[in-house]
């Protein structure tokens, strides 16, 4: 298998990773994985392997998968970064490892909000709890805690000229961040009311009719992303994880 647990362990750049990655047409990659650098490292590749494991035993082959550290140039980041709409529009589905620190990541939240921005319906988003071995219990409770005290202008990001620029994105596009803030809550209840993560979260029931498209999160890996024959086609992982 070509995907080691010690390749994802931290997010040191590693350029020779690029090695075991393939070009695909945009629309042919299975997922693309969001997910954040500070969640237990070993939790997150579990997650990842019994999600993988899964889907081979569903569709009988590994699945192809678009992964950061491995698919971002690591001698351009920026500019691959500026890329990021096109690498989430041409994948089937958007698979979130939901850790303790998922919320508090500006780069995962903009993922997630970009993919369902793109025309991504809720049922093509997947979401798997990274929960430590021995301390479930306690991470269910940080996830739902990350949820319930959710707000962009707490959100964290290693770059602190990304995070100006994003907010100033944010805040052109929305007028405000609060109003932001509650798109995004507005996604996450509705990806946990299809069942995709069990935590206690209530779903609001004055939401507006853009939820009632999110159905059975069991069908996402299912669904098919947009074909595309554009000659320029988005990096993905090849591996069978």
Not at 6 to 34: M, Q, R, W, Y
Not at 201 to 218: L, P, T
Request: with cysteine; glycine share 6%.
């Amino acid at each position: 298998r070509d995907l080691r647990e010690a390749d994802v362990l931290d997010n040191n750049p590693s350029p020779g990773l690029a090695k075991i990655t393939k070009s695909i047409k945009l629309g042919h990659c299975d997922a693309f994985v969001s997910h954040s650098w500070h969640d237990d490292a070993h939790a997150k590749w579990s997650a990842l392997q019994a999600w993988a494991d899964d889907f081979e035993h569903r569709r009988g082959r590994c699945p192809q998968i678009w992964f950061d550290k491995f698919c971002i140039d690591q001698s351009n980041i920026e500019a691959d970064l500026r890329c990021l709409p096109i690498f989430l529009s041409g994948c089937k589905s958007l698979v979130i490892f939901w850790g303790p620190t998922y919320l508090s990541r500006l780069w995962c939240i903009m993922e997630m909000f970009t993919f369902v921005h793109m025309g991504g319906d809720l049922h093509r988003i997947k979401t798997i709890p990274v929960l430590r071995a021995g301390r479930e219990a306690e991470d269910q409770r940080a996830l739902r805690e990350s949820f319930e005290n959710f707000g962009t202008l707490k959100c964290k990001c290693f770059n602190a000229d990304d995070k100006e620029r994003m907010l100033m994105i944010i805040q052109t596009a929305f007028g405000h961040i609060p109003k932001f803030d509650q798109s995004v809550k507005h996604i996450l209840r509705h990806i946990c009311a299809a069942g995709s993560l069990r935590i206690d979260i209530e779903v609001d029931e004055d939401d507006d009719g853009h939820a009632s498209r999110c159905c059975d999160s069991s069908q996402s890996e299912s669904g098919t992303g947009p074909e595309d024959d554009a000659e320029d086609p988005d990096r993905m992982l090849k591996p069978c994880l």
